[in-house]
């Protein structure tokens, strides 16, 4: 422990760069920057935790931004938003509030540019065990790069693939007492039936209402899966 972390100071340290040239700034502000938008990211893993602290933490973050911040700090709609959010006291008002977060900075991103990130493919559709679960994860993502970036093809391929992910652990539904298996699937039931509307929803204002509504069925059934 003690040495790794000599370790970590000697290599910013002149003499471990063999003197050559300092880090270059502008790779050092775009990664402070990378920082900042992780800020949503983490509003979004707080929330599907339910985690309400963490959210409001990171919501803090975003809400805090001055002039000098990422390019959010200068739309008072995402500062706004963001403080709201701070304010969330339920799973329900917190997937509201970053649904709505989603939108303004995809607003911006129409019109200032944005982030171009590649969603890539999906994990496979004939995983077993824990690793079926990773599905749904991927479809949650990028739906969100689809709200926030935004983009048409991220949001259709997520919510059709996270409509048509297994929601259900095999072990629940085979082991668990008839209310809390109930309880697993109908809230699977749920999920994916608001990810389907989401697939052929077009407009930004019913792409917020549903993002929301799907991200309020996260932690109730992971509090249940952690139960198991
Ligand atoms: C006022 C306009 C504006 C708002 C609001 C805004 N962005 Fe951006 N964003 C930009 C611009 C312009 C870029 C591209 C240029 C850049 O990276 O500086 C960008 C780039 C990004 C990138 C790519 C960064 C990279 O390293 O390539 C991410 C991720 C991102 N924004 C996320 C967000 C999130 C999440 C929000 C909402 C919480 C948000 N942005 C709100 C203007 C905005
Ligand atoms: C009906 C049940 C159900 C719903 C709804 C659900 N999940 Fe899950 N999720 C699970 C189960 C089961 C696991 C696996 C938990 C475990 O292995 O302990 C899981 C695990 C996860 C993980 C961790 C996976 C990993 O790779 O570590 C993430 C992230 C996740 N879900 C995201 C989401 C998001 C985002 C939503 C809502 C948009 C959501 N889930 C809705 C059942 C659900």
Request: proline share 6%; hydrophobic share 40%.
């Amino acid at each position: 422990m003690l040495s790794l972390s000599a370790c970590g100071r000697d290599a910013r340290s002149p003499a471990a760069r063999g003197g050559g040239p300092p880090p270059n700034a502008a790779t050092e502000t775009k990664a402070k920057m990378t920082t900042h938008f992780l800020a949503a990211s983490v509003m979004l893993d707080a929330l599907v935790r339910g985690d309400l602290d963490g959210y409001h933490g990171a919501a803090a973050v975003i809400a805090a931004e001055g002039e000098h911040g990422p390019p959010w700090s200068r739309s008072t709609s995402v500062r706004e938003v963001a403080k709201r959010a701070g304010e969330a006291t339920t799973v329900r008002a917190a997937a509201d509030a970053v649904a709505e977060l989603g939108v303004v900075c995809g607003d911006c991103h129409r019109s200032q540019g944005g982030p171009k990130l590649d969603i890539g493919a999906p994990p496979s559709a004939v995983a077993t065990g824990s690793l079926r679960m990773a599905r749904h994860r991927w479809a949650a993502e990028t739906m969100w790069q689809g709200l926030m970036q935004p983009s048409d093809a991220a949001w259709k391929t997520g919510s059709e693939v996270f409509a048509n992910a297994p929601l259900v652990l095999d072990a629940v539904a085979a082991d668990e007492p008839m209310p809390k298996q109930l309880e697993a699937f109908t809230l699977a039931a749920r999920a994916s039936a608001t990810a389907r509307e989401a697939s052929s929803a077009m407009d930004a204002g019913d792409r917020r209402r549903l993002f929301g509504e799907l991200y309020t069925t996260c932690a109730g059934c992971h509090a249940l899966a952690k139960q198991h």
